[in-house]
Nanobody
Framework: QVQLVESGGGLVQPGGSLRLSCAAS????????MGWYRQAPGKQRELVAT???????NYADSVKGRFTISRDNAKKTVYLQMNTLKPEDTAVYYC?????????WGQGTQVTVSS
């Protein structure tokens, strides 16, 4: 099972940007489908974006055109560049690693968008 550590969260004003990072352990990183999910208070965890081992990406409609997911296999790290942030993007963001129906989660990083 891979261990994941997120970083990069914080407080940002509406319209601002943040970049989240998720560092993974283990030697199989390049084989994993990596994803970012988020959970706002009182809501269910939801998909934000995923990137496959081949680099194909998928985004929630609510973040398309504003967020970009990317990965650096040499650094075993996946990123989430978040631009034009809105108050409704406020949530705990979680990194996920999926391989052969087995997934692992990070501890989460808080993103707060507020003036």
């Amino acid at each position: 099972q891979v261990q994941l550590v997120e970083s990069g969260g914080g407080l940002v004003q509406p319209g601002g940007s943040l970049r989240l990072s998720c560092a993974a352990s283990g030697s199989l990183f390049r084989a994993y489908t990596m994803g970012w999910y988020r959970q706002a208070p009182g809501k269910q965890r939801e998909l934000v974006a995923t990137i496959t081992s081949g680099g194909s990406t998928n985004y929630a409609d609510s973040v398309k055109g504003r967020f970009t997911i990317s990965r650096d296999n040499a650094k075993k790290t996946v990123y989430l560049q978040m631009n034009t942030l809105k108050p409704e993007d406020t949530a705990v963001y979680y990194c996920n690693a999926l391989l052969q129906s087995k997934d692992s989660w990070g501890q989460g990083t808080q993103v707060t968008v507020s003036s």
